[in-house]
């Protein structure tokens, strides 16, 4: 049933219910036939049909069927009959599936559905003896108060050094919790790993990458007592350690640049989302700032601005909301815009907080202290905000040769003098029911429109404002139209109405331009295209002043908003989506509402007759804006967050849009923030505000826990993404807070941890099995020793390059494409292929598409970009042998790494050391030597290289390789 | 909710070893440890394709999807309707929701004949002369929905059991809960004929299953994997790894995860071997050759007959879950939004032996009772027009098949309404079909859960129930 009847008669049957207190009486008592009829006809239906669903055991949907007065109380959804009024019961719709369908499985004999219509219209008689039952119950699970006490939400402890018998072990106080931990199991810590092994160890942590042989070397002679300090302190200001970490923090985002579903359209520009994350872990950037940057960079008075060109930097964080994937033509915009939200609050609550707040979607948390509501309020957070196409380079690069333009352009006409009167609007479009004026620009600002960008200007054009035009002349603008070409074609910008409710069919906009274009976006979709979509986009390429209608017959009742743009908006398809040529300039004059398509007003000129320049000092003062015009630099596009129109989100009952309850005012999760209830609704500021609070009891733990989770293999909190109840405790409550309050003091300095962790005893520790150890503690939950971990999928693709000498340290900029096999197949694959090799550049820069992932990073765990990983698995499948075996990139680079070590022309025995201080980070044992010495004289029959290519290859292939102990 | 079969991390061997030493106290201080073992961590340590015990005695061993990639017409297929008949020309005469390309035109009858075959005498159109022979096998069910009008949406929901991209594949899920009796083969073998559906890779994909669950999409040809080398050139060089792997595990110690990956490397040698002689079929008699339309004179139905050995061939061989995909007949898939009979003939016509073959000779060998074999598209197609001689998509109702392990032959399920658009009787949803798949199976989908997310995830989701009619 549409909103607008479903509201009519809810109104309706409150006006019913009003009159006829209490609601279970019925206006007279029922006639005995009518009884009858009921006890014949309707209860047996009732009985067999319905009862076992909706009755004393089950109530689905909160619905019982079993009295009348649960019968008009209903269910979420609302009243199931109207007594007296079949066409507005619920439950006729349904028997006659309609928009419910009931029963599910199977629809009702024709005769039944009669049966119980007929009954409805009856007045619903029911007989009074059987008194009327109560409604639905609904609740489950541990009480609220319980859920509140759990142990991640209660305020982070700040404890002290735990006493320890064995003072001589701990090196820092990370030592003291665990030593502590260990003691009070009765359990030693097993003894150091050798230096090879942990400079090895600490390097693969920090950089993704195997130390050098000098940097092995210079650890070694080092006798000094921070010599391990030393090494860290090199490891942390080494740009591969932002790329190393920016990784996992893209593992948490769901980073891919692409969106997946049908044609895998890109999503332009992601990568620079990406550097961004480089960037900031490089700088150590204050974790507390990373994450406001995060919800609303867009927003911050002061952004930071890119060391290199100045461009704003603090915006380019909010773009991971949009790095979902998104669907090509779906049917249902407002299910397509729930499941988006669902997975932009998914990816949030996991990664800040641990949260696993979308399992609040459908229903209350079944275990934790979330409600339908929670979620719904921030979900209002994220429907008051909108993608934006982000322009970086406008305030430091744009936006001063703009007012430079504009400044010149008022000297020429005060030099210039025209004397041509100003034009004139002709008089407003009649307005009446079916023809509503939604815009003129008559407004001497864009009240209500989001302006992005310097393109459309501060305001619509005013009396007296002219273009510039190349003779140079100068072109009179009719006042009160948003035109984005009267400063330079060649900028880009866009304008966004406010949202609104889709009342007329048809969107009429009196426009011209050329390369303009017109959309409007619907339930916040925007991929628009055929089939469906293909009408909500309109191309302006017409000079002249015309009438342009969109029909929106379609999806009356829907939210929209609409899109004037000028660039900044993008063409989708397949592998070559791409932004919309910003270049020519879009004028709107007028946008109406209407029931149909004819012209609504007159059609007027937009500028009136050139005006020659002809005297010389406008000529020169016309001729530096047209040098400084050329000049415009091209727009820097990111993708970004921007605010739309506030509004509160409604409950989503059982989390089908269509089925709206009670609105939720925009705030935070109540049992985080005491305060959320009752205050004013909050913006997207205002939230980063509470993440980033120090009494949030999760940001830090979350975050330390996950900076532990990569050093020590398992985190504390083994659910690094679900601290809730079905996730785990930590094994080292003191330990975990004690870093969390550590982490706020350092000022959120993420490097001050990494240094805290890997220069303590624990992390010095071996790795090899220890009996008595392992005994008490398989699992190793205590540290008692160090674990030995794989690489991920990313750091041995890394370590190949590194090790054959083809790593390329560039950084930074557009990916390299994926490099396609003939075994990846299917819709949206790139028209080109990208090198094998990926032109030697860290994994972290190579294009990952959704639908086409690099079968070598999947082999090896590379997780799916659909939600937060913050834990990836660690397999053991023959994809990986058959990878290292076999893959052309892999026998390439060893033949590389052969031809390199080759180069040095020492002798077998001294080149085969090299290649194992190469590879492994230790010269090889007598046995090891002997084997591949052996190995390379039965090669006689192949040519020497060949056989060293062999060797290299076999190398690649040895555990040690991928295990790091 | 769950089972305790999925509780715990895997011990292995050592675990198992250092527990019994170390008596009662040491399992006691195990379990204290271990208090968050709910999740079922699938570690390095174990493998985890190794055959496990169904949940109950299995009906079925092996699965064979026939998936019918863009939504063959229910109307033109298994499901007669005279009414499209009597009024075809006609504005249909019920209400029509949003469909994918909303281009409605009027009722379009089925531009081929129905007859009654088999002993069961169930109808089946002249599209398949082939498999109608076989109806007696099949259990078909014509009140199929799904809750999606898009293809990439349906097919994730088709093969996940979510319309979101990146969840584990059917194919993942029945690995996960079972292993498999083969152990040179992927246990997940996704026979690729030449046209990926819409969503590619991820409908075959492990989502948040660990990788050893993944699809492994076999192309068409005699280089069906990437990475399959012959192994007697490696030979010397895989001597000399095992000697250097062999130094690696004494200078580290004993170590599961480093231990499993060597034997990791014998699994791909046997792989290496199996793959080759799997995919070679100049060796077949002329009976199985024409059994299957290897010689058929329109190249598509070779290739898919070819496809359809090669799916009898790995269930042969203990691979748990097939997939065949459909080949490349120049029209667009099954998805005719337009020129209905050609495209659907050249379909029926590629596809139509392979199937028929497929049945006959699984049913010869004595593997049909152990394989069940599911037949079917994302959806359906509307009964009226799209444009005038298309049909648009239709979740609303349509039919798909069952055949073998487990499953009733000759049977009809459920109804849809005169014109064959809506289900209105037993409609069945995809989760019922996931479950009755995983039941034929010998698992309870309510108990097959991976813990992720919070959450004990199913292939099912919150949803799922047995077909019992259909079932033997």
Known sequence: ?965 | MHCGRYHESPLSRRDMLFRCANGFGAVALAALLNDESRGAEISTRQDPLLPKPPHFKAKAKSVIFLFMDGGPSQVDTFDPKPRLDREHGNPIKMKVPATQFNNVGNVLKCPWTFKQRGQSGIPVSDLFPHVAKCVDDLAIIRSMTSNFSEHTAANYFMHTGSGLQGRPSHGSWVSYGLGTECRDLPSFVVLNSGLIPPGGADCFNNGFLPASFQGSVFKAGPSPLANIEPVGAQKSKLDLLRTLDGETVSRVGPNDAIESAIANYELAGRMQAAVPSLVEISNESKATRDLYGLDDEYPQARLYGRQCLLARRLVERGVRFVEVLCPNVGADRWDQHSGLKTGHENNARATDRGVAGLLKDLKARGLLESTLVIWGGEFGRTPMAQGSDGRDHNPFGFTMWMAGGGVKGGTVFGATDDYGYYAVEDKVQVHDLHATMLHLMGMDHKRLTYRYSGRDMRLTDVHGEIIKPILA
């Open chain 1, 1 to 965: 049933m549409p909103i607008k009847r479903r509201l009519i008669y809810i109104c309706g049957l409150l006006a019913y219910l009003a009159c006829t207190c209490p609601a279970s009486a019925q206006d007279a008592k029922p006639d005995s036939s009518a009884l009858e009829f009921f006890e014949k006809s309707v209860r047996p239906v009732l009985v067999t049909r319905c009862i076992s669903c909706h009755g004393d055991e089950k109530q689905k949907g909160g619905l019982r069927l079993d009295s009348r007065a649960a019968l008009m109380s209903g269910g979420e959804s609302g009243p199931a009959i109207v007594p007296g009024k079949p066409m507005e019961s619920r439950l006729v719709d349904a028997i006659n599936y309609g928009d419910l369908q009931m029963p599910p499985k199977s629809k009702l004999p024709a005769v039944e559905i009669q049966s119980l219509t007929k009954w409805v219209e009856m007045n619903a008689p029911w007989p009074e003896s059987l008194g009327p039952k109560t409604g639905a119950t609904t609740s489950t699970g541990k009480p609220w108060a319980e859920r509140k006490k759990h142990w991640s939400l209660q305020p982070v402890a700040d404890p002290a050094l735990p006493n320890v018998k064995d003072t001589a072990w701990p090196h820092t106080p990370i030592d003291r919790f665990i030593l502590a931990g260990l003691e009070s199991s009765n359990l030693k810590p097993t003894h150091d790993a050798d230096r090879r092994t942990w400079i090895r160890r600490v390097t693969f942590d920090l950089t993704g990458l195997p130390p050098t042989i000098d940097e092995i070397d210079g650890f070694l002679k080092d006798t000094s007592s921070n010599a391990q300090e030393k090494v860290v302190d090199h490891l942390l200001a080494s740009p591969r350690y932002g790329e190393r970490w920016a990784r996992h923090w893209l593992d948490l985002v769901r980073y891919a640049e692409t969106s997946g579903h049908e044609f895998d359209y890109d999503l332009p520009d992601a990568w620079r989302y990406r550097d961004y994350v480089i960037r900031a872990f490089n700088a150590d950037l204050p974790y507390n700032q990373f994450v406001t940057e995060h919800i609303a960079g867009d927003l911050l008075e002061k952004p930071r601005c890119n060391p290199v060109d100045g461009s704003n930097e603090s915006i380019l964080a909010t773009g991971f909301f949009y790095l979902c994937e998104g669907t090509h033509s779906p049917v249902d915009l407002r299910d397509e815009e729930a499941a988006r939200i669902d997975n932009q609050l998914d990816v949030f609550a996991k990664t800040f907080q641990g949260l696993t707040l979308a399992c609040a979607r459908c229903h209350d948390h079944k275990f934790d202290a979330i409600t339908t509501k929670d979620y719904y309020a921030l979900s209002g957070v994220l429907k008051s905000s909108r993608h934006h196409h982000a322009i970086l380079n406008e305030d430091n690069e744009i936006k001063p040769r703009v007012a430079a333009l504009d400044e010149l352009k008022s000297q020429v006409v005060a030099a210039a003098k025209p004397t041509t009167p100003p034009l004139k609007s002709p008089a407003p479009i009649a307005a009446s029911k079916d023809v509503v004026v939604f815009e003129s620009f008559n407004t001497p600002n864009y009240q209500g429109w989001n302006v992005a960008r310097s393109a459309f200007g501060n305001s619509p054009t005013g009396t007296g404002d002219y273009q510039l035009s190349k003779e140079p002349a100068l072109v009179p603008l009719k006042p009160g139209l948003a035109h984005s070409g009267r400063t330079s074609p060649r900028l880009h910008g866009s304008l966004r109405s406010r949202t609104f409710t889709i009342e007329h069919p048809f969107i009429l906009f009196l426009t011209a331009g050329s390369g303009g274009r017109i959309n409007v976006v619907i339930d916040g979709f925007e991929k628009i295209r055929s089939p469906i979509y293909g009408g909500l986009l309109v191309d302006v390429n017409n000079p002249q002043p015309h009438w342009q209608a969109i029909d929106v017959t379609m999806w009356i009742g829907h939210e929209a908003y609409i899109e004037l743009s000028d660039g900044a908006t993008i063409d989708y398809s397949g592998g070559n989506s791409r932004y919309s040529n910003g270049s020519g300039d879009l004028i709107v004059d007028e946008i109406v509402f209407a029931k149909s398509p004819g012209e609504p007003g007159p059609v007027t000129a937009f500028s009136g007759p050139k005006v020659p320049i002809t005297d010389p000092k406008s000529r020169s003062l016309a001729e530096r804006y047209r040098t400084l015009e050329s000049q415009l630099p091209a727009p820097i596009y990111a993708l970004a967050i921007t605010e739309g129109t506030p509004e509160n989100d409604r409950v989503h009952i059982r989390g089908n849009p269509r089925s709206l309850g009670d609105v939720v005012p925009r705030r935070f999760v109540e049992a985080i923030d005491t305060s959320a209830s009752g205050s004013a609704p909050i913006s997207r500021r205002d939230l980063a505000q509470k993440l980033v609070d120090p009494a949030n009891p999760l940001t830090a733990r979350v975050m330390v826990n996950r900076i532990w989770k990569h050093h020590f293999g398992e985190g504390l909190v083994r659910s690094t993404d679900d601290y809730g109840a079905m996730g785990q405790t930590p094994s080292n409550p003191q330990l975990l807070d004690w870093l969390a309050r550590e982490f706020i003091r350092s000022g959120w300095s993420i490097k001050h941890m990494h240094k805290l962790m890997v220069l303590s005893h624990t992390y010095a520790l071996s790795s090899a099995a220890d009996t008595e150890g392992d005994k008490a503690d398989p699992a190793n939950r205590l540290l008692h020793r160090m674990n030995v971990r794989r690489l991920e999928a990313e750091a041995v693709r890394d370590s190949v390059l590194a090790v054959s000498g083809r790593l390329d340290p560039t950084m930074f900029g557009p990916s390299i494409p994926v490099h396609l096999t003939p075994f990846m197949d299917g819709r949206g694959r790139p028209g080109h292929s990208g090198p094998e090799d990926g032109n030697g550049r860290r994994t972290i820069y190579q294009n990952v598409r959704r639908n086409f992932v690099a079968p070598f990073l999947l082999a090896f765990d590379f997780p799916t970009p659909s939600s937060c990983t913050g834990r990836r698995n660690v397999s053991n499948i023959p994809a990986q042998a058959l990878t290292m075996l076999n893959d052309p990139f892999v026998v390439a680079q060893a033949k590389l790494w052969a031809e390199r070590v080759s180069k040095n022309s020492a002798a077998p025995d001294e080149q085969i050391t090299q290649l194992y201080l190469t590879a492994f980070g230790r010269p090889p044992s007598a046995k090891e030597k002997e084997a591949a010495i052996a190995y390379i004289a039965s090669q006689t029959k192949n040519d020497k290289s060949a056989a060293w290519a062999d060797l290299c290859h076999v190398l690649f292939n040895v555990k040690e390789f991928i295990f790091i102990p």
